[in-house]
T-cell receptor, first 106, second 116 residues
Framework: GIQVEQSPPDLILQEGANSTLRCNFS?????LQWFHQNPWGQLINLFY???GTKQNGRLSATTVATERYSLLYISSSQTTDSGVYFC????????FGQGTELSVKP | DTGVSQNPRHKITKRGQNVTFRCDPI?????LYWYRQTLGQGPEFLTY????????KSRLLSDRFSAERPKGSFSTLEIQRTEQGDSAMYLC??????????????FGQGTRLTVV
């Protein structure tokens, strides 16, 4: 089956810093999504991005499908950005990575 | 539409009891997925429905687990004879998928199960 690897597993930032989260996947996919899991466990949709680049405020994402990776950029980080970020890929059902746990310090 | 809704939000049960969870998807979505997430891990796929048909089941879904989507709308996930290893967050998601387009999936708040 498809393997999904996220890096780094943990990241600590000072408020205002920028960061890049990476997602590598082992096979071609029709769907790639980035989620932020809030402290209560709900997965919040950030991007649906099987290919190309999208931006939403301080967040942007790029997927290079031919090279099987995706990047999530967070600029000017805020404490509310803390939490776990998941990349998930698939063609219907989603296969999740292990997540990147981000902690933003004031 | 209020999004994907799951009930209950929390469930504590004694080992050996049966539990049932409900998921109400986004109304126009034809696909409904169940996932399980344990502490420190990403969600793992359990099963999915296209309308009322259950099309795939993971090997994680033991014989004690059963899922239904009788009218192609809401779904239930039942766990019989619960074990402590069943303690996890159970997540439901829905999407509108056609043959050539796997669309964005949206998740509910989850049901956190604790087996004591």
């Amino acid at each position: 089956g498809i393997q999904v690897e996220q890096s780094p597993p943990d990241l600590i930032l000072q408020e205002g810093a920028n960061s890049t989260l990476r997602c590598n996947f082992s096979d071609s996919v029709n769907n790639l999504q980035w989620f932020h899991q809030n402290p209560w466990g709900q997965l919040i949709n950030l991007f649906y991005i099987p290919s190309g680049t999208k931006q939403n405020g301080r967040l942007s994402a790029t997927t290079v499908a031919t090279e099987r990776y995706s990047l999530l950029y967070i600029s000017s980080s805020q404490t509310t950005d803390s939490g776990v970020y998941f990349c998930a890929v698939g063609g219907g059902k989603l296969i999740f990575g292990q997540g990147t746990e981000l902690s933003v310090k004031p | 539409d209020t999004g994907v809704s799951q009930n209950p939000r929390h469930k504590i049960t004694k080992r050996g009891q049966n539990v049932t969870f409900r998921c109400d998807p986004i109304s126009e979505h034809n696909r409904l997925y169940w996932y399980r997430q344990t502490l420190g891990q990403g969600p793992e796929f359990l099963t999915y429905f296209q309308n009322e048909a259950q099309l795939e089941k993971s090997r994680l879904l033991s014989d004690r687990f059963s899922a239904e989507r009788p009218k192609g709308s809401f779904s239930t996930l039942e766990i019989q004879r619960t074990e402590q290893g069943d303690s996890a967050m159970y997540l439901c998601a829905s999407s509108w998928d056609s043959r050539n387009n796997n669309a964005e999936a949206f998740f509910g708040q989850g049901t956190r199960l604790t087996v004591v």
